[in-house]
Nanobody
Framework: QVQLIESGGGLVQAGGSLRLSCAAS????????MAWFRQAPGKEREFVAA????????SYADSVKGRFTISRDNAKITQYLQMNSLKPEDTAVYFC????????????????????WGQGTQVTVSS
């Protein structure tokens, strides 16, 4: 099975920026939509952003629109999440996931549509 590895998390002050990366172990994932979710302590995993297999379509949670940008580089089999104007409420473990079906854009905001997942990377925003 394809493995996903996130990186780029860390501690940043409110108003700062971070760029998360999610590298895949093989190029078969290039046929799948990809997404970022996040999970704060005691809360459910929530949708952040998704991007279609060719990068032509994106979707964002209302809470991050205008601040976060999702992108992908299929030549590098890597997707990215550029996070600007970070807020303390953005603090969470961020996970990348691959849509479980190729060429599809079904229910991109539901974590049940994604498999595999990466191990997560911690993002902490201080006030």
């Amino acid at each position: 099975q394809v493995q996903l590895i996130e990186s780029g998390g860390g501690l940043v002050q409110a108003g700062g920026s971070l760029r998360l990366s999610c590298a895949a172990s093989d190029g078969s994932i290039n046929n799948n939509a990809m997404a970022w979710f996040r999970q704060a302590p005691g809360k459910e995993r929530e949708f952040v952003a998704a991007i279609s297999w060719n990068g032509g379509t994106t979707s964002y949670a209302d809470s991050v629109k205008g601040r976060f940008t999702i992108s992908r580089d299929n030549a590098k089999i890597t997707q990215y999440l550029q996070m600007n104007s970070l807020k303390p409420e953005d603090t969470a473990v961020y996970f990348c996931g691959a849509h479980r079906r190729m060429w599809r854009w079904d229910n991109v905001g539901s974590p049940s549509e994604y498999n595999p997942w990466g191990q997560g990377t911690q993002v902490t925003v201080s006030s």
